[in-house]
Nanobody
Framework: QVQLEESGGGPVQAGDSLRLSCVAS????????VGWFRQAPGKDREFVAA??????????FYEDAVKRRFTISRDNTKNTVYLQMNSLKPEDTAVYYC???????????????????WGRGTQVTVST
């Protein structure tokens, strides 16, 4: 069982940066893949980034629209996954959720239905 809590969201201007954190409680955090998803008003939840477990080499994955601007990383000593977001755009405005699962493989990290554990989300609002 894993509990996740996101933080770091807030209102920013276009071009600014934010770092989101996802802190996990529970054991063996390094064995979980962790993903970031976002949901804008009136839209479906979409994949943003993910990092595989230690067994998967901590390999990162990104959605194309954020690949050159966002960086996902993890610190297993702190049970934390970070999402560094640079050059933010108004279209990045959404609630950002982190999710975790211990059975993901590379081909499934972008599928929200594959994750068993979810946080409550943190709001990111980017204005022009």
């Amino acid at each position: 069982q894993v509990q996740l809590e996101e933080s770091g969201g807030g209102p920013v201007q276009a071009g600014d940066s934010l770092r989101l954190s996802c802190v996990a409680s529970g054991r063996a955090f390094s064995t979980y893949a962790v993903g970031w998803f976002r949901q804008a008003p009136g839209k479906d939840r979409e994949f943003v980034a993910a990092v595989r477990s230690s067994r998967g080499g901590n390999r990162p994955f990104y959605e194309d629209a954020v690949k050159r601007r966002f960086t996902i990383s993890r610190d297993n000593t702190k049970n934390t996954v970070y999402l560094q977001m640079n050059s933010l755009k108004p279209e990045d405005t959404a609630v950002y959720y982190c999710a975790a699962d211990s059975h993901l493989i590379a081909s499934t990290v972008a599928r929200s239905e594959q994750y068993d554990y979810w946080g409550r989300g943190t709001q990111v609002t980017v204005s022009t």
